[in-house]
């Protein structure tokens, strides 16, 4: 397969175990949305009538003012390093310099263990974008390169590194098949402007690609609500949908102030007055991927077992 010409048609679907349980997982959303308590509903309405105003497109957050804690594990360390809520990576260059750039708080053993993750999804999630996208600029050819291609310059050991990486990212590679369509991460595939017979569908380990998105949602909550840990029994849930199947949700949220970071992502937050731990998202990554999430307190959640 030659990756390096005419990337624009790659399209990517989860593998079947992992699809089941993202089918699962969205079922969960709409009950979820179903089941939301009403009084609930009604606070949210009522928030949409006083027009949202803290989360304004341009506003800029003051930095929460930093604990002892890790955002990620909730435990006290002595030392804490700075954790990227969107990992750095993964700006587009068209990324204004004036955007901040959120981190927060994190042990080094999280760290440690969500770099390499964060890498593995970002190099599947990479090569299924619209490179042309203004939102993704520069983003599948940052992915191309750290699978080794077009980088001779490398040392040799580099060299061997970025090729095991890419022969990994390709052994979970096929060709488009029309049955996998229901499976494909909402937003990133298949592309209409290329025909599908030379799109390329490959799996993305679905308990990672949770992860990140858990680790993003902690983090912006840590900024949305003053440093804020998000801590048992509070969780956190994410959910992939397409837009179209949930117009009841795309309707809550539109009552709700998009936050921006540069073109590359896009964070709105719900939240009622009166029950402070409680907030849903919707993150949008590259103007492609969209997930939300739910952060509920014990009495709200809905029953997912
Ligand atoms: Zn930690």
Redo the contacts with the bound molecule.
Sequence with gaps: MDLTAGHTGLSFALSDIILQGMVKWIIQFFKFIRELPSRLRAKWRLRRARKAERMASNTKIKRPKSGHR?V??G?THEKLTKDHVFPDSWYPESTPGTVQRWTVP??L??NGELGPVEKEVFVRLGLCVNPRKVAATGISRRVIRSLGIGAETLDEDEKRIRAALKEEVLRGAKPFVEEARPHILPGIGPHPEAPAERQIQIDIPADKLYQVARKIVRGCEYWFSNGRIVDPPCEIDIYFAHQADIPDVVRIFSAFDAFHFGPGFRVRRGAVHDDPLSAIYEVVIWDSLTFYATILAPDLAVNQK
């Design positions: 890790c990620h594990c435990k994190a042990c053993p999280c």
